[in-house]
């Protein structure tokens, strides 16, 4: 069975949660950290997100973010790779840095965005980084409970406007609202409705169509995937039949890796498609680009 598809559209809300690959160290410095953070910051506003909340943590990272657009695909996929190929230059490594697919909840706003804050920074006391989370450095919860802080990456007035009038009366609501949780910290799980939302029945039922409209089957972007080849094969003085034949010639294999990373990128074809395209195995295809994604040794 394949992997169920996201659900995407203009304006939805999501916890995501990212981890290391094989459970390990998403940072190894403070300058990990903020790299991390600058790089959140430019996917900010580059793709017109939201940030409610983020936590930093050992081996994991909790986002609570809200696309402009329906690509929170297109959004992860951008902000990972960055991250891998700064993480694996600064640290002299290769391959994965995060595990697998990350998990990603859609919000109901209206009804669980605050909780899903709370949630999100008190992720340091369930991983016992920190008993004070509001002085836990590497979350937005400081944004939330100082009544002077403004920090350009968080969007805490919609959660804050929810505790009363006057950013010093939000800040003191929004700590108690904090501290009322912390004992009981290490229980609390997600209302996980369905497998993909956190919210009630209702919210799951409004975003049935979007659900709906997320399996439908994508097209092929075959003739777009050909115009691609065309051009990279003309601009290389080569033919296309070449490209996608299986000579393994030095020259021609650099610019077959050229033509499939390109298509891949611009026309979000799948893996399978690129394998039958360019007969090669779908194991195949996916190390090639795997390994330009990441700045790993490639096969030919």
């Known amino acids: 069975m394949g992997r169920p598809k996201r659900i995407q559209y203009a304006g939805a809300c999501y916890l995501v949660i990212l981890q290391g690959n094989n459970r390990q160290d998403l940072f190894l410095s403070n300058q990990d950290r903020r790299q991390f953070l600058t790089l959140l910051r430019q996917c900010k506003e580059r793709h017109g997100l939201e940030v409610f909340a983020y936590s930093l943590l050992g081996n994991s990272v909790n986002l609570l973010i809200q696309t402009s657009q329906a690509n929170l695909s297109a959004v992860m996929q951008g902000f990972n790779t960055q991250y891998t190929k700064y993480f694996n230059a600064a640290h002299n490594a290769v391959g994965h840095v995060f595990q ?56 805490s007035d919609l959660v804050l406007r929810k505790f009363g009038n006057g950013r010093l009366k939000q800040s003191v609501r929004y700590l108690q609202y904090i501290k009322d949780r912390m004992k009981t910290a290490g229980d609390q799980t997600l209302p996980v409705m369905g497998g993909v939302a956190i919210g009630g029945e209702a919210f799951l039922n409004k975003i049935s169509v979007h659900r709906e409209a997320s399996a439908a089957p994508r097209p092929v972007p075959i003739e777009a995937a050909r115009k691609i080849i065309a051009e990279v094969a003309g601009r290389h003085g080569l033919t296309e039949e070449k490209i996608l034949g299986r000579v393994q010639w030095r020259e021609v294999s650099a610019v077959r890796r050229e033509a499939i990373h390109r298509v891949w990128k611009e026309t979000r074809m799948g893996v399978s498609e690129l394998a039958r395209l360019f007969q090669r195995t779908p194991s195949a295809i996916s190390q090639l680009i795997r390994s330009l994604e990441t700045g790993s040794p490639s096969m030919n």
């Open 100 to 155: 697998g697919r990350y998990r990603a909840y859609i919000v109901d706003r209206d009804t669980h965005l605050a909780e899903m804050t709370r949630y999100v920074h008190l992720a340091c006391v369930r991983d016992a980084l920190k008993d004070k989370p509001w002085r836990y450095q590497w979350s937005s919860c400081a944004a939330y409970v100082e009544a002077e802080h403004k920090e350009p990456l968080v969007d």
